[in-house]
């Protein structure tokens, strides 16, 4: 790639990883992102940023249609385009921003799959084989009854997790911290699984969940040994870290009707993120249109009886 424009690519990254504090994951993302756009540039022989105009860059999108992208993926790409323009700009190493105002085409809107309540307690109430199944039925509990995301729950420390008080501090997205309460359920399992840890981690190790071998967990390992379970349980879908978090979103919002809570609990900055991540079934909808709506509520009996 022509060093004019790897270096500012390079410069980029470097400046999401250092003073906006992305996580290496999501610098990875952008770096991927732009090294693509990068690559289709010089194949139509252009090796500068600055030049690249909205017409450059509405070839660019058709191109990434061509190649089978959808909405979404698209829609990635330009967020990453977008930004990188806002940073040429304040680098002055560009006069405009091209990226503004152009758009992916719409995504089709896709929820995650929702585990049933009456057969997420099944599952998590199966009693474990073995040690690491101790370990295995803590970390799902607590995904579910905290809503963690994957990276939130790999992460913990045991100092992280106040058992007296019921809580736990998480280190989401953008480094952002939020302390969340944690069930009863967990708790018990927590306090199962704390004993076999200590048989297994060396003293200084700090992470709450660890691997055979005494290091932390993987992201790969949790998932792997979710599904796992979901398959030794006889679940009738395929488990997956998501689905927990999203059960849990999903089923807090069904019984409180609560969106900000939510919001709260899952570390969503923009509540637009809440509406799209969780959903409610019409018939709650419903009931809460009834119940709230001046126009909708049911008359008092009594109010119906005209002056006939």
Not at 152 to 168: C, F, H, P, Q, Y
Request: aromatic share 6%; glycine share 6%; hydrophobic share 35%.
């Amino acid at each position: 790639m022509p060093d004019a424009l790897s270096r500012h690519l390079t410069a980029f990254v470097q400046h999401l990883a250092s003073e906006k504090r992305y996580s290496p994951r999501t610098c990875d993302n952008y770096q991927r992102d732009l090294f693509r756009l990068a690559a289709w540039l010089i194949a139509g022989n252009n090796t500068d940023w600055g030049s690249v105009s909205r017409h450059d860059l509405r070839r660019y999108i058709a191109s990434l249609s061509r190649q089978g992208l959808g909405g979404r993926s698209i829609a990635r790409h330009m967020s990453a385009i977008r930004r990188f323009y806002q940073y040429l700009l304040r680098e002055r190493l560009a006069t405009d921003n091209p990226a503004l105002d152009i758009r992916a085409p719409k995504a089709s809107r896709r929820l995650p799959a929702v585990a049933d309540v009456d057969q997420l307690n099944h599952l998590l109430e199966a009693e474990p084989d073995d040690p690491l199944e101790v370990r295995d039925r803590c970390m799902f509990e607590l995904m579910y009854s905290s809503g963690l995301r994957l990276a939130e729950l790999a992460s913990l420390d045991v100092n992280s997790i106040d058992a007296k008080g019921g809580e736990v501090r998480v280190i989401g997205k953008g480094g952002k911290a939020r302390v969340l309460p944690v069930g009863r359920k967990a708790l018990a399992t927590l306090s199962q699984w704390l004993p076999v840890r200590a048989g297994l981690a060396p003293e200084p190790e700090p992470a709450l969940f660890v691997s055979r071998r005494g290091d932390r967990i993987s992201h790969r390992s949790i998932q792997a040994r979710l599904r796992r379970w979901g398959i030794t349980r006889g679940a009738d879908q395929k488990l997956h870290p998501h689905m927990l978090r999203h059960s849990f979103a999903s089923h807090m919002l069904e019984s409180s009707g609560d969106l900000r809570a939510v919001q709260e609990l899952l570390g969503h900055a923009d509540i637009a993120t809440t509406q799209v991540y969780t959903h409610l079934d019409f018939q709650h909808l419903a009931r809460v249109y009834d119940q709230s709506h001046p126009r909708a509520r049911r008359s008092n009996p009594l109010d119906d009886e005209d002056t006939r």
